[in-house]
């Protein structure tokens, strides 16, 4: 007799990437016809070398890096960001409004965990990130879903009408994962005053800010004002990962802003799962912090620059749209009778590209799913963008 299983964990989904990569089994790449691999947001080069040079010296002699931490992560990291967020979004932000977690998925668990129990909502956008939705279903939380209108925007009134008794939060993630598009500012304030007068949480996911087409410091520019509000703490939470910028993704560094309160019970959620943050990798997040402000800045270009090439190179591609794109992805729709995650598989069979169909992203419930596509492209140069194009040209589904 097999034992027990939680019922709400069976219910959910398994990871999508995890299922996309099983996809390749059995599956040669010759040299002619290499794996175009564009399912999965992280970065696949090491840090840059002063980076790795810090964390080597930690690791040999600080001895400190090796023990438990505090729970909230270390004084010094949540000191820097509270320093350079107030000054990048032009308010006032507190240390002991700062707390640091293992990654950006784990600083929505917690900041969940504290908002909504089983019974209760939470509001997603679709396509809606799945690690989200995940949670909330294994946590016996209702994902109510907020479709998107052009630009795969969220619309403020559309959201108010499913607010309910039992809804507790509102999850934005700009720029948006799966659909890259970057939430004008006043939309995002939209957002806030509606939370603000229903006392539900507006959660702000900018894991990746730092390749939004307006948030540069050296321009000064910057995505949103909600900062600048003196009573932000009282509705805004805030997400944030150190992985994309500066290629910590195994180190597993993020970071919550909210109300000291809020952190207070985040703690408790903190405590019980992981003790304390990595203490190396939130060593080199702060050496980057510290240190890599120019080197960020030209990543963020290079992104950009691959943007550019994707928007230009879906001109060009007979039958495929291009319904969002910023920071690290593409969302397109295609033109083939066939649902996505059937042509998902195909293409890796035959064209060698490796994507995510937009069922993984959207509720059964939303057909348009089986027409679209994710295409993850920061790990992909310019000549690989152009060989991705050539392949979905010739791809007949």
Aim: proline residues 8%; negative net charge; contains cysteine.
């Amino acid at each position: 007799m097999s034992l027990p299983l939680n019922p709400a964990m069976a219910a959910t989904f398994p990871p999508p990437v995890m299922e996309a990569r099983r996809w390749l089994e059995g599956i040669e790449f010759g040299p002619d016809r290499p794996l175009i691999n564009v399912s999965q947001a992280a970065p696949v080069d090491s840090p840059p070398l002063g980076l790795r040079q810090a964390l080597a010296e930690a690791a040999l002699n600080d001895p400190q890096a090796h023990l438990y931490g505090p729970v909230l992560g270390l004084p010094a990291l949540r000191e820097e960001i509270a320093v350079q967020w107030s000054a990048a979004y032009g308010g006032t932000i507190r240390p002991a409004q700062v707390a640091i977690t293992q990654g950006c998925n784990q600083a929505f668990t917690a900041v969940m965990s504290t908002l909504a129990g089983a019974g209760d909502e939470v509001i997603l956008p679709t396509p809606w990130y799945f690690n989200h939705k995940m949670w909330l279903d294994m946590q016996g939380v209702t994902t109510v879903p907020l479709p998107t209108g052009e630009g795969l925007l969220p619309d403020p009134a559309q959201a108010a009408a499913l607010i309910g008794p039992r809804t507790r939060a509102i999850a934005l993630v700009s720029p948006n994962n799966p659909g890259g598009a970057e939430y004008p500012a006043a939309l995002i304030a939209a957002f806030r005053d509606l939370c603000r007068a229903h006392g539900i949480a507006l959660i702000l996911d900018e894991t990746y800010r730092d390749f939004d087409s307006r948030h540069s410091p050296a321009t000064g520019g910057r995505p949103h004002d909600l900062f600048t509000d003196p009573d932000w703490d009282d509705v805004l939470i805030h997400l944030y990962s150190f992985s994309k910028a500066y290629r910590l993704t195994g180190h597993r560094v993020g970071a919550i802003v909210a109300a000291s309160a809020r952190l207070a019970e985040v703690e408790k959620f903190l405590d019980t799962v992981a003790i304390c943050p990595s203490q190396l990798g939130q060593i080199g997040a702060l050496w980057g912090m510290r240190n890599l402000r120019d080197w960020v800045e030209g990543e963020r270009r290079e992104i950009l620059a691959r943007r550019a090439a994707m928007e230009g190179g879906f001109g060009a591609l007979e039958g495929w749209r291009l319904l969002g794109c910023g920071a690290y992805f593409a969302y397109v729709e295609h033109p083939f009778a066939a649902a996505s995650p059937d042509i998902a598989r195909r293409l890796v069979r035959e064209e060698a590209v490796l994507m995510l169909p937009g069922t993984m992203f959207q509720p059964a419930t939303h057909p348009e799913g089986a027409r679209q596509f994710r295409i993850a492209f920061a790990n992909v140069d310019s000549a690989g963008i152009a060989e991705l194009f050539h392949r979905l040209a010739r791809f007949r589904g």
